[in-house]
């Protein structure tokens, strides 16, 4: 039996609470001193599946999504920039910003998933799109990242042209999708609840603790 906590999260690399509230999370792992006690697997979510190849600049795509005007759209941006600097992310929303497609990202982190370097990969990803004004759906972009973190770069592109692979993820997602899932981010915690959306570090502190001591129990 593993003395584990399994958290399982579905996110997409270009919403900006998924990294918020992932930075967050880390901190409470990290100040409760149990990165050896949590295992973490990311799970695909597309917030826009049908995003065409162009991408859409993102004041617009908001807008169009959300019914925000332009106005609470750009204030909006800079909210979630102030909360990513509270927590220790940089999110660059600059003009032109375009949102993009993402299932090549999908496909990518369940190859390094297969490699032990899943949450490596995501980190450097949600860096690229936010961080350092690059489009995580440039596949020369992508090969680039994928070298960062030391993996096989040829073995990883392949798997963008495999069929098999990009079917994967349509069924994974289909799955969560099937499970009531409709937004990002969302932790499953053990296999048997979830927690929806970037929450707070008090909270995060309340749910780690409460399986830990859940574990603890089942040890003794």
């Known amino acids: ?12 690399v270009v919403c900006p609470w998924c990294i918020i509230g992932y930075k967050r999370l880390e901190s409470v792992i990290l100040q409760m001193g149990i990165e050896d006690r949590v295992e973490i697997e990311w799970h695909p979510f597309e917030l826009n599946p049908h995003m065409p190849p162009e991408g859409e600049e993102i004041v617009g795509h908001m ?7 332009r106005a609470v759209s750009l204030q909006n941006l800079g909210n979630m920039a102030q909360l990513g600097e509270e927590a220790g992310f940089k999110l660059d929303f600059f003009d032109g910003m375009k949102m ?19 949450t490596q990969l995501k980190l450097r990803l949600f860096e690229a799109f936010f961080s350092e004004r690059k489009d995580v759906s440039d596949r020369k972009v ?7 973190v030391g ?6 592109l392949a798997a963008l042209k495999d069929e098999g692979a990009r079917e994967r993820i ?3 997602e289909n799955y969560w999708l099937g499970m009531g899932i409709s937004s990002v981010p969302t932790m499953v915690l053990n296999q048997s609840g979830f927690l929806r959306g970037a929450q707070g570090i008090d909270t995060y502190k309340m749910v780690l603790t409460g399986l830990m001591n859940k574990k603890e129990k089942i040890l003794m």
């Open 1 to 12: 039996m593993t003395d584990k906590i399994k958290l399982d999260i579905l996110s997409d």
């Open 63 to 69: 807008s169009g999504k959300y019914g925000m005007t």
């Open 100 to 118: 993009v497609n993402t299932r090549d990202v999908h496909i990518l982190l369940d190859y390094a998933k297969s490699h032990g370097l899943q």
């Open 142 to 148: 992508l090969a680039g990242e994928l070298d960062a």
């Open 151 to 156: 993996l096989d770069v040829e073995k990883g």
């Open 170 to 172: 349509q069924i994974q």
